[in-house]
């Protein structure tokens, strides 16, 4: 029996809204945008006025101080929060947009994970369609992954903290929407990230998200817990530093950072949560060295809680190539809180020789599948008590304005990439209901779904997601459809067969999308969970309209 984990909480479902309480408790230049987890600057109706870009991000819980930590003049205009390691939901997302937007416009920057991708993505185009100027930076800067396929999609991670700051400051200057995008964009592909770690963190309510024996370490993971790429023996620091370095720069694969003598670099040594002082002073040390004995000038230094992993032992290293305009941007003022964060430290360097007191203390201005498992069972919790509280409008609907309205109820209170995708699927498919409602158009709206799901998603069938099963249900429907045969009960249960037979296939799939393509294959087991989960309601369905 796996042993509880001791943590100091009220309860796993209020930790979230209570930790952004506290953040606005301890940071007197920020406000909480009541009923939503949204982190806004204190004074964002005036900067509203200035006409100045703003500037938003966020992300799952569980990485602070990123992203509330980071809100502020000179930095962001304001953070959207999920729940602990799952993306926020689109509906949060829009209301932050609509709470900072201006006719300067508004910068999301989103880290590159499947459900960041797609819920600032539907937020971003529902204020498009109301008039509001918003552009998008993803953040992809992982040098951890060897793959050289699809799978190899970089992970955001600490390095968003870099990009955030670069934005917030262009935006203060007065910088245009577009200027400030090519400039972050462009920082983006000049920097690089990699993780270790010693031992896996523990999510509230959920336990450990890897288990890791005494002598090995993980190299390569990623900041929501997920495993790394390899694993190696525990070794002396300075050996962890060359294995580091070395992946990161390695050019036999396409996610390393060129670094070469004489290049001019900033490096972000990011606690991920339970990583002594000591530790981190002592590799800040061997980095600084290793770099230095390969000719390369290192600028800045930053140490510190920047975006954690709850508590896991380990540490990332950001480097990123310096030029006059990013030193600029980097070095401009700002409030926010965590920036300058009271364990932070800070090297300024020029051209080698160091510059003020060397090292300076910064004063503030004021197992992956059971994390899965836990936040998929809080996510159907939330979407089942929402669609039964609507269980009376929703009967009263029409076909495609039932489906419609579905597709906003799962938006609102299913977050992660399920709750992106589910509202893309149903949004598609009531579009296509609404202009050929006839039953016999309900594979057109089941394909018309998969496509949505397949054009903003990024997987294709075949790929162990969600879409394998809905996949396997469309090719049974189709044939009868070309046949212009009455479609009746017996070829839905045919399709539900087979969604269900595909779905447990996905446990012999090679992940190619989603999450579990980011980590190391073997420790991808099992059917994949949102398939298992469309199998589930597929069937659900089939019970139900059988009873009919």
Not at 126 to 132: E, F, Q
Not at 189 to 211: D, E, N, R, W, Y
Not at 349 to 374: L, M, W, Y
Request: hydrophobic letters at 40%; glycine letters at 10%.
């Amino acid at each position: 029996m796996a042993r509880h984990h001791k943590q100091f909480l009220n309860s796993v479902g209020t930790c979230v809204d209570e930790m952004l309480e506290g953040v606005v408790a301890l940071n007197p230049c920020v406000k909480k945008l009541k009923g939503h987890r949204v982190i806004l600057r204190g004074d964002v109706e005036e900067y509203r006025q200035t006409s100045r870009v703003a500037v938003l991000s966020g992300g799952g819980s569980g990485h602070e101080p990123f992203a509330a930590g980071y809100v502020g003049q000179g930095m962001l205009t304001g953070a959207i929060a999920g729940s602990v390691f799952t993306s926020p939901p689109a509906s949060d997302i829009f209301t932050a947009i609509k709470a900072v937007a201006n006719p300067a416009g508004v910068l999301l920057i989103v880290a590159n994970y499947t459900g960041d991708r797609i819920n600032f993505g539907i937020a971003a185009e529902k204020a498009r369609s109301r008039g509001i100027h918003v552009e998008t930076v993803t953040v992809a800067e992982d040098c951890a992954l060897t793959s050289v396929d699809k799978t190899a999609g970089r992970r955001g991670l600490c390095g968003i903290i870099l990009v955030q700051k670069i934005a917030g400051a262009l935006a203060e200057e007065g910088h245009c929407l577009e200027e400030i995008v090519e400039v972050t964009a462009k920082a983006v592909k000049h920097m690089g990230t990699i993780g270790i770690s010693l031992s896996p963190c523990h999510v509230p309510g959920s336990g450990a998200t890897f288990q890791i024996p005494d002598d090995e370490m993980e190299l390569g993971l990623g900041v929501h817990g997920e495993p790394g790429v390899k694993r190696i023996k525990v070794c002396q620091a300075d050996s962890i530093t060359a294995i580091m370095i070395d992946h990161m720069t390695s050019s036999s694969t396409n996610s390393h950072i060129d670094i070469k003598s004489g290049d001019n670099v900033m490096i972000v040594l990011n606690n991920l949560g339970g990583t002594s002082s000591l530790e981190l002073c002592l590799m800040s040390r061997s980095i600084i060295n290793y770099l230095e004995s390969k000719g390369v000038v290192v600028e800045r230094v930053m140490v510190g809680h920047f975006m954690t992993s709850l508590d896991m032992a380990g540490f990332s290293l950001t480097i990123m190539h310096l030029d006059e305009q990013r030193i600029a941007c980097i070095d401009s003022a700002t409030n926010a809180m965590s920036w300058h964060c009271q364990d932070s430290l800070v090297r300024y360097k020029n051209h080698g020789q160091p510059r003020g007191h060397g090292f300076v203390e910064c004063q503030a201005d004021s197992q992956e599948q059971i994390v899965t498992k836990r936040n998929e069972e809080t996510s159907q919790d939330n979407v089942k008590q929402a669609i039964l509280s609507s269980r009376d409008s929703l009967v009263a609907m029409g076909t495609a304005e039932m489906i419609g309205a579905l597709a906003g109820i799962v938006g609102e209170s299913m977050g992660g990439s399920s709750g992106g995708l589910y509202t893309l699927f149903l949004t598609a498919a009531s579009r296509r209901l609404q202009s050929h409602p006839e039953a016999t158009h309900w594979v057109d709206a089941l394909d018309a779904g998969i496509q949505a799901v397949c054009r903003y998603g990024g997987a294709e069938p075949g790929d162990r997601t969600m879409l394998d099963p809905l996949h396997a249900a469309l090719a049974t429907l189709k044939p009868a459809q070309s046949k212009q045969e009455v479609l009746d009960i017996s070829h839905f249960r045919q399709a539900v067969e087979a969604a269900e037979d595909k779905a447990v296939e996905t446990g012999l799939m090679e992940a190619r999308a989603g999450r579990a393509s980011y980590v190391n294959r073997d420790l991808v087991k099992g059917v994949d969970p949102g398939a298992q989960a469309v199998a589930i309601w597929l069937r659900a369905a089939c019970r139900a309209y059988d009873v009919d």
